[in-house]
Each structure stands twice: as structure tokens, then as C-alpha cells.
């Protein structure tokens, strides 16, 4: 195995320094390193970041290749800057027993690029009658932790109980998707202004906070841990506050896409901003990025999700929720947090690599960078700007809610254990 | 002009008032003539493209387009490569190849005829769209209001029933706001879209107190349909709360007008004597659709008046 020599990478964005890589690991941080045999690389002006781990990624494999595979899923991921991603469970068929968990965590094992973890659905089929097999899933080779039924809520409320209390024998964590589907029967934006006008059907954003407010005191009553997917409202992070202040073992995530654009979207009626929860109002926005700067939302997680391109070039009542998120991701948490000063980059590291690692129990990712610890680190140009150019990306699908966007930043490199998965901005594999 | 006619808003004061002076032009011209037929449009194309029944609209635009001597296809969604699932881009592209002008598209989900505009070189005309809009039906009753009123400038318009699923009260609280007209919707609160506060309009929740006060009532149909769904607990408490019967019509001022886009739940919203009462507008309405769709075309493929 070869080793890397990064010269004059500002880690975390402090100052200059040299890593040393070797045999997986860091083997050393310091002034004017050398190693013969290392490759050099040259890092001025570049951050260096542990690599990014994403606790919220739909790889559509098995089912919906035509989407997206595993491979170009990974690819996609490895370009953002990721070096682990969680594949959610509502493929076809679902994740939702030990032996599909573990056909997706082969594949990614084959494509090679990040570590694919997988996300055990919580019922079976996602039907939200019954759980699956949540401790086989666990105690598979795919070693499941996170489990979601994401697209869709796990609405009764004792079953979401029983979840939650289930999957603390082996540490796991229920993702919820909070919507109150009672309250969204055929919903297809952010209900408000914007709604009444266009003659969409609203989603309302109780919906969201009703099933929070509902599973905070669920997890609290029975000392289970939470996690809240793609928190959309700022009643969502007002909520989030007051459970966290009362000791409530809860995590949340936030998406690019709802730190930056809004149900303005929606106006020219293109489905490409069509997604689940729905792009919210400027107000929710600004209040995302606070609960995500105080630490009240804990990570950022994609929800990257692709779809063909029948499935989005249709009537917007018609199209499929959701947008492609691993490839921008962290270019849009520097245009939304960074250069807004919210957030520093060690900020960035702990929200985007750091704790989504260790909400999902996670081994050798989010680690610090420092010698002895696993090489899993993005190397980022933050000064580089380019415009999102959809027929460029790595994903199989172009469903990209930035096309024609400039935004900041560019991954220059990613390595996952040593080896890289990305240099000078192309995917190695 | 615009282009295109998706919504009500595309229409200034200036081009509104155009399309109805427009309309009024066409009508006097017809008027007593033999042969109701204009040449302007001769060797021109306009496609019906209708992905929902409805009749009355699909033949208001086919006679405006005849009048007008355009070519007239209509391509309804049953029966052709639309219910095989071609999408509704695929079936754009091959009507533009196929020579069309103008689209007419009327389509149950709200931004189609949007979408389409982004698709074709040629006009697309909104002959309604899911709960969105319909701005043909808004302007037929602003040029309904005007010949029966003489103006539109002050008149207080209430506009009663299912607002939350209605394209007609969208297309008419934008369309009327231009054109200087005041309108209020009234409406249960169940039937009143979240962010109706953004609208130009007034809002109440009691139709009794509002009649006296105005000029024209317009109702909205409302689908029996929606108290399955709680929007109202039953046909009889809708119709005594908000139903337009003869008792509310006598407290009506004496010039006041009755208007109702169609088709109507006789006994439900409005009452079979109010309905066809002098007051009532709604068979003369069907006529200025006529007249009114003609100038839209004609603006629209034609240019302006001679
Ligand atoms: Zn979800």
C-alpha cells in the first residue's frame, strides 16, 4: 500500500501542516515531514477534514438501478468529500432482512469508493404493521444500527414504542420520518402563502412537529434513543430544544437543500425541487441554521435522492419527491454556515463527520485527525467556486436542485483508510 | 401581452382591459351577421389538448377558434397515446412538430399548462389547472360584470363557497383586484386555503352579513364529495350556512347580479329559482366564454385589433 504525503493542509482550518499516511492510518501530523516513497501532495490553501459521513442516502439498489446503483452512488459520495454513507431501507425490495442488508453492504464493499452502511427498515415492507427482524439486521455482517422507514412515518404510536425500546439490546437508533400522514394526504409543498396561491396541495408543518413532539416524549418515557430525519421546521428545532434541555436522548439532522432554498421554489412548478418534506419559508431556513450552529440539529445528513428522469420531468403532482445532495453537500453547509460565520470548520467536522458517526455507532469514522487514527479525511479548496453543471455529476440520475447555481468550495481529494477515492477532483475508481 | 395566458397575474390592467375591449369589438362585429365567422386567424393551428372532461370549456375555445377560421384539433386524453402513457412533454413536442400555434390545455394538476409554456415555442392558453387557475372563466365574468354593471372599478364582488379547491375564485380574486373591483370570499373556514391572508381579497365566514353590501354574488360549485372529508358535516348545514336560496337573494341590493361559472349543484350551492331568476348571469356567461376566448386568441396569435 502506498502512503501520501499532504503538504500544507490547514486541518480543521487551522494552520498549515503536514499529514502523513500510511497503512491506512495517520501515521504522523507536523511541520516539514518527510517520508521517502510517500507520494507528495501539495495542500496549500486546502482544509483538511475527517471524511464525511452521511447518515441520510437513497442509493435506489436493489430496485431503481436505473437511478442509481450502489457504485455511482459511492462515486457521487466519494466526489462530495464522504467516506461513509448510510443507505436507507426503501429500495425494492425493502432492507428490511438481514439477507438485503447484507447484499447492499457487498456491494458497497465492491464499488469500493466509501463505506456503505446500510439502514434496516423498522417494519416490515415499511407497511408500519409489524417490525422486522430489527436484532438479525444488527447481528448481520452489515452490522445495522440505524433503522428508518424513511419516506415514510412509523405513524402508530405504539409501534414506534415498541421500536424505540426494541433496538436498545444492541444500541441501535429508530431515524424517523416525521410526517403525520393524516396531515398530508396528498400534500405536495410547504402549506402557507406560496400553497394557497399555486393551488398545491399544503404540507402542513405541524405534521413534522406533531409526530417530534409526540416521539421526544415516547423516547424519553422509555429511555430509548431518537433520532429525527430531515428536521424541516422551525417548530421542528424549537421542539428539538426543549426535549434536549430535558435531557432527552435525541439527535437530528438537517438537509443542504432546507439551509438553503425555500417554497419560492416552487414557483415555476419544476418538480426538481419537489421533495419530502417540502422546501419550507425563509423564516424556517434561518431557524435551521441557528438550531444547526447551537448544536440543537447535530448533524447534516443528504437525503441525497436521485430519481429518473421520467419521475421528475412530469406534472409536479406526479414527480417523486426528492433531490441530489452528496455532491454539494459540503459546498452548500460553506455557502450556508460557514461564509454566513455560523459555523467554523471544525464546526463542520463535528457536524458532518463527528457526530453523525457516532449517532450511527459508527467505528473508525468521525475520528480526530491525529496520528494513530484512521486516514478517512477530505481534502477542500474553499476559495474555488464553480457552477453546478447537472450533466457533470457523478450520480446516475440529474435531478439536482442547484443546476446553474455557483457555489463555493470543491473537494480536492478524499481518502477512505489511506487509499484515495478521489484526487485532484476525479474519482480514482 | 404575454405569450403565453397561464394565470390570472400575466394580465396588467392595461392588457385585461384589452382582451375585454377585445371581446366587446368582436361581439358588435358578429352581431346580426349570417356567417358568425371572422378570417383573422386563417391557416393558423390551434390543439384542445384536454387531460379532463369538460365539455362546456373544450367547446367554448373549439367555437372561439372556428370563429376566428383557425384549424381546430382536439386531443383529449381518453383514447389516445396519453392513457398508453406518453407523458405530457413527449405529447407537447409532437403536437408543436405537428405545426400547432396554440395550446389549450386543460389539465387536474395545478402547473401544467406552466410546464408546457416551457416546452413549446408557440402560445399556451390555461383552460384550467388542478386548484390552480383559470383565467379564460376570470375573464368571461369580469367582461359578464362590465356589460351588466357598466363598470368594474368599485364593484364589491363576493365570491362564496369551496375557495380552497377552486381555480375560478384564484384566477377571479387576481383578475378582479386588477381590474379595480373589491372582492371578499366567503367561505367555512375548512374551504379557505392556509395564506389566504396574502390574497388582495376580504375574507368573512358569514354570507348574510356580507349580501347586502354588494354588487355580485358569485358562487362556487362545491362537490358533495368534500364532507366525506370533514370539510363541512353535511349537504343541508352547507346550503343553509352558505347556500344562495330566495330568502338571501330578496336581501340583495336592487342592480345586484348573480353569477355561477357551472356547471351548478341546483338545491346545494344555489336554488333552482334563484338560478334562473333575472338576476342570474349564468346562461349569458356561457355566450361572453365565446366571445371572451376569441379575443384571447386572437391577442394572443393574431395581434391587436384593426
Ligand atoms: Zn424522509
Redesign the interface.
Known amino acids: 500500500m502506498s502512503s501520501y504525503l499532504i503538504k500544507g493542509a490547514r486541518v480543521l482550518g487551522g494552520d498549515p501542516a503536514d499529514l502523513l499516511l500510511r497503512d491506512g492510518r495517520i501515521a504522523a501530523i507536523g511541520e516539514s515531514l518527510s517520508a521517502t516513497g510517500a507520494e507528495v501532495l501539495d495542500a496549500t490553501g486546502l482544509i483538511a477534514l475527517p471524511g464525511l459521513v452521511d447518515l441520510h442516502t437513497h442509493l435506489r439498489e436493489p430496485g431503481r438501478e436505473d437511478a442509481e446503483t450502489v457504485e455511482t452512488g459511492s462515486r457521487a459520495a466519494a466526489l462530495g468529500g464522504f467516506t461513509a454513507v448510510h443507505a436507507m431501507a426503501n429500495t425494492d425490495p425493502v432492507a428490511d432482512t438481514a439477507g438485503v442488508v447484507e447484499q447492499v453492504w457487498r456491494l458497497g464493499q465492491e464499488a469500493g469508493l466509501v463505506d456503505v452502511v446500510p439502514v434496516g427498515a423498522v417494519t416490515v415492507g415499511l407497511r408500519g404493521e409489524r417490525l422486522a427482524e430489527l436484532g438479525a439486521m444488527a447481528d448481520s455482517a452489515a452490522r445495522v444500527r440505524v433503522f428508518s422507514d424513511d419516506g415514510i412515518c412509523v405513524s402508530d404510536p405504539a409501534l414506534m414504542r415498541r421500536a424505540l425500546e426494541y433496538v436498545k439490546a444492541f444500541d441501535g437508533v429508530v431515524a424517523q420520518h416525521a410526517e403525520e400522514p393524516r396531515l398530508t394526504v396528498g400534500a405536495q409543498m410547504h402549506e402557507g402563502d406560496r400553497s394557497a396561491k399555486l393551488g398545491l396541495t399544503g404540507w402542513p408543518a405541524a405534521a413534522e412537529e406533531a409526530i417530534i413532539a409526540r416521539d421526544v416524549l415516547l423516547a424519553q418515557h422509555v429511555g430509548a434513543r431518537l433520532h429525527v430525519c430531515h428536521v424541516s421546521t422551525a417548530g421542528s428545532v424549537e421542539i428539538l430544544r426543549w426535549a434536549k434541555a430535558r435531557g432527552v436522548d435525541v439527535t437530528a439532522e438537517v438537509t443542504p437543500h432546507h439551509l438553503l432554498l425555500t417554497d419560492a421554489c416552487a414557483e415555476g412548478y419544476d418538480p426538481v425541487f419537489k421533495v419530502n418534506p417540502p422546501l419550507r419559508t425563509d423564516g424556517d431556513v434561518t431557524a435551521l441554521r441557528h438550531g444547526l450552529a447551537d448544536g440543537t440539529i447535530d448533524a447534516v445528513a443528504t437525503d441525497h435522492a436521485p430519481h429518473a428522469v421520467e419521475d421528475k420531468e412530469c406534472e409536479w403532482a406526479q414527480a417523486r419527491p426528492g433531490m441530489l445532495g452528496l455532491e454539494q453537500a459540503l459546498a452548500i453547509v460553506q455557502d450556508t454556515m460557514v461564509e454566513t460565520g455560523l459555523l467554523d470548520w471544525a464546526g463542520v467536522a463535528d457536524r458532518m463527520s463527528v457526530r453523525p458517526a457516532a449517532i450511527a455507532r459508527l467505528a473508525g469514522h468521525g475520528r480526530p485527525l491525529a496520528p494513530g487514527e484512521p486516514a478517512n479525511l477530505v481534502l477542500l479548496d474553499p476559495a474555488a467556486r464553480s457552477v453546478v453543471d447537472p450533466a457533470a455529476l457523478a450520480s446516475r440520475s440529474r435531478n439536482s436542485p442547484y443546476a446553474g447555481r455557483e457555489l463555493p468550495g470543491r473537494v480536492v481529494a478524499t481518502f477512505l483508510r489511506g487509499v484515495p477515492t478521489v484526487l485532484d477532483g476525479k474519482a480514482q475508481r | 401581452m404575454k405569450r403565453h395566458l397561464l394565470e390570472a397575474g400575466d394580465l396588467d390592467r392595461v392588457d385585461a382591459t384589452l382582451v375585454l375591449d377585445t371581446a366587446a369589438q368582436i361581439e358588435a362585429a358578429l352581431t346580426g351577421r349570417e356567417v358568425k365567422k371572422l378570417p383573422t386567424l386563417r391557416g393558423r393551428t390551434v390543439v384542445n389538448l384536454f387531460y379532463e372532461d369538460s365539455t362546456r370549456t373544450r367547446i367554448s375555445f373549439e367555437l372561439a377558434a372556428k370563429r376566428l377560421s383557425a384549424d381546430v384539433i382536439n386531443f383529449s386524453a381518453k383514447g389516445s397515446s396519453v392513457s398508453k402513457g406518453e407523458?405530457?412533454?413527449d405529447t407537447a413536442l409532437t403536437l408543436e412538430a405537428m405545426g400547432s400555434d396554440a395550446i389549450v390545455i386543460r389539465?387536474?394538476?395545478?402547473?401544467?399548462p406552466?410546464?408546457l409554456a416551457?416546452w413549446v415555442r408557440g402560445s399556451v392558453v390555461n383552460a384550467g389547472?388542478?386548484?390552480?387557475?383559470h383565467p379564460t372563466q376570470a375573464l368571461l365574468d369580469a367582461y359578464t360584470i362590465r356589460r351588466r354593471l357598466g363598470r368594474l372599478e368599485g364593484v364589491r364582488v363576493a365570491i362564496v363557497g369551496d375557495v380552497l379547491h377552486s381555480?375560478v375564485a384564484?384566477s377571479n380574486v387576481v383578475l378582479l383586484h386588477t381590474l379595480g373591483a373589491e372582492v371578499t370570499l366567503i367561505a367555512p373556514p375548512t374551504l379557505l386555503?392556509?395564506?389566504?391572508?396574502?390574497?388582495p381579497a376580504e375574507v368573512s365566514y358569514d354570507l348574510d352579513a356580507v349580501l347586502p353590501k354588494v354588487d355580485v354574488v358569485m358562487m362556487l360549485r362545491v362537490q358533495a364529495e368534500r364532507m366525506t372529508a370533514s370539510f363541512f358535516p353535511s349537504a343541508r348545514e352547507y346550503s343553509r350556512r352558505y347556500g344562495l336560496d330566495a330568502r338571501r337573494m330578496a336581501v340583495l341590493g336592487d342592480e345586484a347580479i348573480v353569477m355561477h361559472p357551472g356547471p351548478m349543484n341546483r338545491g346545494m350551492e344555489i336554488a333552482a329559482d334563484v338560478a334562473d331568476s333575472v338576476r342570474s348571469t349564468i346562461v349569458e356567461q356561457v355566450g361572453n366564454g365565446v366571445s371572451v376566448r376569441m379575443a384571447v386568441l386572437y391577442l394572443l396569435l393574431g395581434g391587436a385589433p384593426s
Open positions: 407523458s405530457l412533454k389539465h387536474g394538476a395545478s402547473g401544467a406552466h410546464q416551457s389547472d388542478g386548484t390552480h387557475e381555480r384564484r386555503p392556509v395564506g389566504i391572508g396574502s390574497w
